[in-house]
C-alpha cells in the first residue's frame, strides 16, 4: 500500500468567516497547495512544469465536509494519487485536526494536462506520481 503525503498547516484568523470557522472556500486553496508539495516531493514542480507548456487543471472537485477547523487549529493533508485515464490522475485528499486525528474533509480532485491552448496532452512525467510507495513525511 502506498504511503501517503503529508503537508501541515494552521489556521490563520482571515480565513475565518463570521461564524468563527473556516470558510468552505479556503480548503481549496489548503488542497491545491498539498497537491503541489505532493507533487514537490516527487520532484515535479507545478510552476515549472507550467512554463514548459504543459497545464495541469482541475476538472472535478469533490468535497465532503465532515466537521469545521477554527482559527489556529493545527492540521494536515494527507495525499495520494491515482490514475484514471491515460489523460487523467485523482488526488485523494483527507484533512484531520492534528490534536485528535479528527476527520475535517474527504477529497477528491481530478486533473488532467492540457496545452496552453486548452487541447489534451499527455503529461509524460506523471509517472513520477505514481511509481514510488513512500514519501518524505
Known sequence: MKQLH???FIVRDYECDMQGIVNNSVYQNY?????????HSRGLDFAATTFQGINLVVIRAELD??????S????????RVERESKLK?????????SNDKQLML????????????????????????????????
Open 89 to 97: 490522475f485523482a488526488f485523494y485528499q483527507h484533512i484531520y485536526r
Open 6 to 8: 503529508h503537508t501541515q
Open 65 to 70: 465536509y465532515k466537521r469545521s477547523l477554527r
Open 106 to 137: 474527504k477529497a477528491k480532485v481530478t486533473i488532467t494536462s492540457t496545452t496552453p491552448e486548452g487541447r489534451p496532452i499527455v503529461f509524460k512525467e506523471a509517472e513520477r506520481l505514481l511509481d514510488r510507495t513512500s514519501d518524505n513525511i
Open 72 to 79: 489556529n487549529d493545527e492540521f494536515y493533508v494527507e495525499t
Open 31 to 39: 488542497l491545491e497547495h498539498a497537491r503541489h508539495q505532493f507533487l
